[in-house]
């Protein structure tokens, strides 16, 4: 099955793969200056990597859950999951009660 694109996982992958690109070439800054920059430029790349790895682990998580594929569950993706349908859960309560009460000033206006 083929799935949508999606912007934010195309920028995600964008910026894995230009971290992953600054750790590599962080070499030269030890070599050049001989301080604590190569250090920083490696250690900073390396936990930018990283956090897209796992934002793009929990996107596929995320789809082959709610596609009912899952697999093997993994419990901090499984609380984040469940975080995250108790926020839209929520925000769709108010979106539909805010909506309820717009209607209702309208109606009143108008009568």
């Excluded at 934010?8 to 001989?34: C, H």
Aim: include cysteine.
């Amino acid at each position: 099955m083929k799935k949508k694109f999606s912007i934010s996982y195309a920028l995600v992958f964008l910026v894995a793969t230009l971290s992953l690109s600054n750790f590599f070439g962080a070499d030269k800054f030890f070599a050049e200056r001989n301080d604590s920059l190569g250090f920083i430029v490696s250690l900073s790349s390396f936990l930018l990597f990283a956090a897209c790895l796992v934002y793009m682990a929990y996107r596929i998580y995320a789809d082959e859950k709610s596609n009912s594929n899952l697999r093997v569950s993994f419990a901090p993706f499984e609380w984040v999951y469940a975080q995250s349908a108790k926020l839209a859960t929520t925000k769709s309560v108010e979106n539909t009660a805010s909506k309820s009460l717009v209607n209702n000033m309208r109606g009143s206006n108008h009568g």
